[in-house]
């Protein structure tokens, strides 16, 4: 399942407004994707733990690459995600803000593919799958 979601990204020139497709799937039970796009283009691709999102929209959570924190704004309540990569030598960071609403909705919708509780790594066959290669 999927959504999309639009963000704000804070830069030194100002705000841009970004959309982004969060993606959850039963066989991944404890990761949701984000892709960021500007127009046709994916800019990034980021994978959060479901769990630290949730935490996220009420505490500041995560340390190094990642960090979540409540944010209230003048529009309403947000949550801040902070993004630090070290890539082939650069490094690069990036603020974004989302509408905790719009988070909600789709963390909500996560749960009704494998409830809080319920998620299940299958190690076995995951071992298998990288003993392959």
């Not at 959504?3 to 990761?31: F, H, K, W």
């Not at 947000?78 to 070290?86: A, C, D, Q, T, W």
């Not at 905790?100 to 009704?112: C, H, N």
């Given at each position: 399942?999927?959504?999309?979601?639009?963000?704000?990204?804070?830069t030194?020139?100002?705000?841009?407004?970004?959309?982004?497709?969060?993606?959850?799937?039963?066989?991944?039970?404890?990761?949701?994707?984000?892709?960021?796009?500007?127009?046709?283009?994916?800019?990034?691709?980021?994978?959060?733990?479901?769990?630290?999102?949730?935490?996220?929209?009420s505490?500041?959570?995560?340390?190094?690459?990642?960090?979540?924190?409540?944010?209230?704004?003048?529009?309403?309540?947000?949550?801040?995600?902070?993004?630090?990569?070290?890539?082939?030598?650069?490094e690069?960071?990036?603020?974004?803000?989302?509408?905790?609403?719009?988070?909600?909705?789709?963390?909500?919708?996560?749960?009704?593919?494998?409830?809080?509780?319920?998620?299940?790594?299958?190690?076995?066959?995951?071992?298998?799958?990288?003993?392959?290669?």
């Amino acid at each position: 399942m999927s959504s999309l979601i639009a963000v704000r990204l804070e830069t030194d020139g100002g705000t841009v407004l970004l959309l982004a497709r969060l993606s959850y799937a039963a066989d991944q039970p404890y990761t949701v994707r984000a892709d960021f796009f500007d127009g046709p283009a994916v800019l990034a691709s980021w994978q959060f733990d479901r769990e630290m999102l949730v935490e996220g929209l009420s505490r500041p959570v995560g340390e190094g690459d990642v960090t979540l924190r409540p944010h209230r704004e003048a529009g309403g309540d947000e949550v801040r995600i902070g993004l630090r990569s070290r890539a082939d030598d650069l490094e690069g960071q990036a603020v974004l803000f989302v509408d905790v609403g719009a988070l909600t909705g789709f963390l909500d919708r996560t749960y009704e593919v494998v409830g809080e509780g319920e998620e299940f790594l299958d190690l076995d066959t995951l071992l298998q799958e990288f003993l392959a290669r």
